[in-house]
Structure formats: structure tokens, C-alpha cells
């Protein structure tokens, strides 16, 4: 499912918002999101998950092309941790056996 | 303070002048859909954001670590997030002004 998937079902699945404010919503969510994880602020969705920083310590890296070493600075990547509800439901599917299906 | 559903429905009320129940439901059903969608074994592409990719994972040896029992993990299928690049670059700028 892509964003604009995931727009299209949710204008369906409900009567009052036309589709794009839908989308305006949808985007409005992802980039508020991405301010809290960009101010070191932790997203919390019961039953959904969990998104913080986990900090990456500084290494020695190598440009590919050239081979010449490089030093990395220490950063901060974003971490997703699964909650109960989508760790449990995702695995259910395993006993049922579904296949995993590629996004288009 | 963590980023909640509730702040983000108060958020979309502010900016987009969503009525607070309208608010409320669509960030409630934008979880939904999500996890909805991996429970089926769909890839969720959220483009600037990240992915949510289900990766299957075979049976390995674990241990109980409070008795030290030797107990297998089953095999299982789990969810992996790859944020994408314009995700990666704004946290990286964080570190950046705070280190």
C-alpha cells in the first residue's frame, strides 16, 4: 500500500471528509510526525508502535569510489519498535499461512 | 513529552480546521489502515516517510533469561520500519544541533 493507497482507502472507508482533505490530513500527520522524531521527540501509538532516535557512535568509514578513509560523526537514525496489537496481528498471519504480497 | 494521537488530531484541528471528532477519527483510522494492511501481509510505502516492510523469520535457538532455559523462538513474521531519505536527513540534522 502506498500513500496514496492508503489516501484513496481512507477517503472511502468514511463519509465526512472529502478526499482531499483526506490527503491535506494525511500529510499533515506524516510531516508532524517527522517534526517530533527531527526534535528528538518520541511518537507513542498504543497498540501501533513506538518511533524514537537511536544514536549511531562515530566510525571510520570508507568512500567507495576513491578508498580513502573518512571519519563519520556520531548521528541519530530513526527507530521503529512495534506495539503488542501490530506484533500480534502481524504473526497470526503466519499460522494462517497468507503469502507476503509486494507493494505495486 | 511523547508525540500522541491525541496531539496529532489537536494538530490537524489548528492547521486544517478539522472539527475535533473528524480529527480525532482520521488519525484514528490512519493507524488503522496501516496496521490493517500489514495484518494482510501488505508493504506499507509512505514516501518521505519510511517503509514498513514483514519480514519472516525462521526458527533459532533463544534462551528464557531469567531461568536460562534453553527454549526455541519460533518461527515468526515481524515488522520492520526503513525510514526514507528526507526522514533520515531531518534526524540526522537534529544530532547536528544538539551535539
Known amino acids: ?104 | 513529552m511523547a508525540l500522541t494521537k491525541a496531539e496529532m488530531a489537536e494538530h490537524l484541528f489548528d492547521q486544517l480546521g478539522l472539527n475535533k471528532r473528524e480529527a480525532k477519527e482520521i488519525v484514528e483510522m490512519f493507524f488503522e489502515e496501516i496496521r490493517t494492511a500489514l495484518e494482510r501481509g501488505e508493504q506499507v510505502k509512505l514516501s518521505g516517510f519510511g517503509n514498513f516492510d514483514l519480514r519472516e523469520k525462521k526458527e533459532r535457538p533463544g534462551r528464557n533469561p531469567k531461568t536460562g532455559e534453553e527454549i526455541p523462538i519460533t518461527a515468526r513474521r515481524v515488522v520492520t520500519f526503513r525510514p526514507g531519505q528526507k526522514l533520515k536527513s531531518r534526524v540526522e540534522a537534529y544530532a547536528g544541533t544538539h551535539r
Open chain 1, 1 to 104: 500500500m502506498t500513500r496514496s493507497e492508503l489516501i484513496a482507502r481512507l477517503a472511502g472507508s468514511q463519509e465526512h471528509l472529502p478526499g482531499p482533505d483526506v490527503e491535506s490530513a494525511v500529510k499533515a500527520i506524516l510531516e508532524r510526525m517527522t517534526e517530533a522524531l527531527a526534535s528528538g521527540e518520541r511518537i507513542e501509538i498504543r497498540g501501533f508502535g513506538s518511533f524514537s532516535l537511536h544514536y549511531r557512535p562515530p566510525r571510520l568509514g570508507r568512500n567507495p569510489k576513491s578508498g580513502e578513509t573518512v571519519a563519520l560523526p556520531g548521528r541519530y537514525a530513526p527507530h521503529f519498535k512495534p506495539g503488542k496489537a501490530l506484533r500480534e496481528g502481524v504473526d497470526l498471519e503466519t499460522i494462517a499461512g497468507l503469502p507476503l504480497m509486494e507493494s505495486a
